[in-house]
């Protein structure tokens, strides 16, 4: 069974940092593309960024430049590096496996809450 | 104001057929594949659709998915009170290099 386990969320102020982990098991990690995509409360879904098994990765405009995604295949493990964070970057965050090509998720976290408060 | 555009709501009785639109543009809708996913108040979202069309194991025939041009749809037959959650659409958007979503449809079953 596919399992994704998010962890590292809390209350950070304004302009502060934090690390989100994302534990894979269940289904062979390094052969797989991962995302990132959060929801601020009662808000839709919004991409965070992906990163390819090897080389591509990919930001949202919105976090560009203060976000930094990683993984470590022999801990089965993805990363989200969150620097110079801001009120807007509240959100549960979710950690998705990408089904394919074209980047969809078909097998997410429970997601992790980030809230960005003084 | 999101890239892919959704109706904010839709609505249908049980046992009807209601269907969910999204609009693009061939940066993203036109050229590339769409998935669709469910959100209930408060879990995690699930895949619907994948590839326009495709359904993942588990996913009943009920849901279908379809593609023209720049707008893909989410078709749902036989409405249950039990579809009532939050759809979302996405895609990759090739002039951004980044996966858009669309803003979400709440859809009620009446």
């Known amino acids: 069974e596919v399992q994704l386990v998010e962890s590292g969320g809390g209350l950070v102020k304004p302009g502060g940092s934090l690390r989100l982990s994302c534990a894979a098991s269940g289904f062979t990690f390094s052969s797989y593309n991962m995302n990132w995509v959060r929801q601020a409360p009662g808000k839709g879904l919004e991409w965070v960024s992906s990163i390819a098994l090897h080389t591509y990765i990919y930001y949202a405009d919105s976090v560009k430049g203060r976000f930094t995604v990683s993984r470590d295949n022999a801990k089965n493990s993805l990363y989200l590096q969150m620097n110079n964070l801001r009120a807007e970057d509240t959100a549960v965050y979710y950690c998705?496996?990408?089904?394919?090509?074209?980047?969809?998720?078909?097998?997410w976290g429970q997601g992790t809450l980030v809230t960005v408060s003084s | 104001q999101s890239v892919l555009t959704q109706p904010p709501s839709v609505s249908a009785a049980p046992r009807q057929k209601v269907t969910i639109s999204c609009s693009g543009s061939?940066?993203?809708?036109?050229?590339?594949?769409v998935s669709w996913y469910q959100q209930f108040p408060g879990t995690t979202p699930k895949l619907l659709i994948y590839d326009d069309n495709e359904r993942p194991s588990g996913i009943p025939d009920r849901f279908s998915g379809s593609k023209s041009d720049t707008s893909a749809t989410l078709g749902i037959t036989g409405l249950q009170t039990g579809d009532e959650a939050d759809y979302y659409c996405a895609t990759w958007d090739s002039r951004l290099s980044a996966v858009v979503f669309g803003g979400g449809t709440k859809l009620t079953v009446l």
């Open positions: 998705a496996r990408a089904g394919g090509s074209t980047w969809f998720s078909d097998h």
């Open positions: 061939s940066s993203n809708i036109g050229n590339h594949y």
